[in-house]
């Protein structure tokens, strides 16, 4: 069990939380890519921890009746079909409701194998001292918007995205104006999805 800490009232302060994304379908790795072994833990448990020791909080999100073995809280998408934006709905329903809910919420999605702790730490602070509504990594190869900081203040623009049905992240980031975050190394934002990149990671 790879255990875990995490608070869905929102996290430990009203500041901050966590989430890891872990609804995609592995199609082309050909097995659940959260559960590949990494070391003895789970690749969604090691990403999970990273995300605990920025944001003081974790929560999984998505994958219901897959991943309760793990130890950590899961929320199931609150709307169906609706990808990595019906993720987002998720943690910023989750922040709004609560009177505790965080106001900068972390989000990762699970199959990112080079993340590390201080570099969401960084993420986090750079979102908190910019004000922005979305911060967001920018590396050569564009943005990355499963690994970005987002804040409660966006539902309203999140729920109006899917109810136009737009469901691609990128486009969204347009619409709201992200603040890019530029990343020298692409390396650490690099995700799997085949077994021969999981091979040469």
């Not at 019906?86 to 922040?95: E, I, N, P, Q």
Request: proline share 4%; charged share 20%; glycine share 14%.
């Amino acid at each position: 069990m790879d255990g875990g800490q995490s608070n869905l009232d929102g996290g430990g302060s009203n500041s901050r939380a966590g989430f890891v994304l872990t609804g995609g379908r592995s199609s082309r790795m050909g097995r659940d890519k959260a559960l590949l072994d990494v070391g003895g833990t789970t690749l969604v448990g090691q990403i999970a921890g990273h995300v605990c020791e920025a944001a003081g909080s974790v929560t999984l999100v998505g994958g219901a009746g897959r991943y309760e073995s793990l130890g950590y809280a899961i929320l199931s998408d609150v709307v169906e079909n609706a990808g990595p934006m019906g993720g987002l709905l998720t943690v910023l329903r989750l922040a709004a409701r609560k009177s505790s809910g965080a106001e900068w919420n972390l989000v990762v999605a699970c199959d990112m194998p080079s993340v590390t702790a201080g570099f969401l730490r960084g993420l986090l602070d750079a979102a908190e001292a910019s004000g922005a509504g979305c911060v967001v990594p920018e590396t050569s190869e564009g943005l990355h918007p499963l690994c970005a900081v987002y804040h409660r203040r966006l539902l309203p623009a999140v729920e109006r995205a899917i109810d136009h049905k737009i469901l691609k992240m990128r486009d969204f980031l347009k619409n709201i104006g992200a603040e890019p975050w530029p990343v020298a190394d692409g390396r650490l934002l690099r995700n799997i999805n085949t077994p021969a990149e999981w091979t040469a990671r």
